[in-house]
């Protein structure tokens, strides 16, 4: 499943197996690039996380979760992860800002999280195997790779993307559903817990009131020069450009 991946990561992979669990990665070096490497995990290596994307709040989620002591001297936004999990739960999504997908495994909860950013940047697709075990990526290339996933195509899933390129809905292949945008599953497999269901834990707010159309463009500059600031942390060099779009 990783190797079909390795056009998104080409630095590195990584694995955690355990019964009943098996997480793997494939790396892009962007922050931390000698010590973020994946999986991650916390002090006693209960908690193991596998991350794709960028956690732009790190520095200040770092510093509010509990005991947020690095298990070795590094800066990793996928650390931060781990302790915001440690301190908050599901909720730590809270405290999170970026484009994201995280899949996290707590072994003394028994349980697995995975969760995508607000407006769904990062891909991840997911699908049920015959025997209730979930498998999850960040394609359905990796998917692909699992034998026993039924191959039929939805056919009005097919009819959106060729009129339309529209992926939404149910996957137009390998039965494999796409996450929503803000969305995060939680399957427990301990006592009393059982399966997962998605859950939405963000929709786009509406306005509060209405604002005279100088102080929305006075918001609207403030708000694009904060967040690319934010987009500016990293330890490789940078790059931005405009896209005109295709006439």
């Not at 955690?16 to 995990?41: C, F, K, N």
């Not at 072994?107 to 699908?127: I, S, V």
């Not at 097919?158 to 969305?183: E, I, T, V, W």
């Amino acid at each position: 499943m990783t190797a079909a991946l390795v056009h998104r990561g080409p630095d590195g992979d990584g694995f955690h197996t355990e019964p009943g669990v098996g997480l793997g990665h494939r790396r892009l070096s962007i922050i931390d690039i000698a010590g973020g490497h994946q999986p991650m995990y916390n002090e006693d290596e209960s908690v193991v996380i596998v991350f794709n994307g960028g956690n732009l709040q790190f520095p200040g989620a770092a510093a509010e979760a509990r005991g947020a002591r690095p298990r070795v001297p590094h800066r990793s936004d996928t650390e931060a992860i781990v302790h915001a999990w440690e301190s908050w739960g599901p909720d730590c999504l809270q405290h999170l800002n970026g484009q994201f997908v995280i899949a996290l495994w707590d072994r003394n909860q028994k349980t697995l999280f995975l969760a995508r950013d607000r407006m769904g940047e990062k891909p991840l697709y997911y699908a049920r195997r015959s025997d209730g075990s979930l498998v999850f990526g960040s394609e359905l290339a990796a998917l692909a790779q699992v034998r026993d996933l039924p191959r039929q195509i939805c056919a009005a899933g097919g009819r959106r993307f060729l009129r339309a390129r529209l992926r939404a809905g149910p996957a137009y292949d390998l039965r494999g559903h796409p996450q929503a945008a803000g969305g995060r599953i939680t399957c427990c497999c301990g006592r009393g817990c059982h399966g997962g269901a998605a859950v939405v834990y963000w929709s786009a707010p509406t306005a509060s009131r209405p604002i005279e159309e100088g102080e929305a463009l006075q918001q609207l500059r403030a708000r694009l020069s904060a967040a690319t600031g934010q987009c500016l942390l990293s330890d490789v060099p940078l790059g931005a450009f405009l896209s005109g779009g295709r006439g």
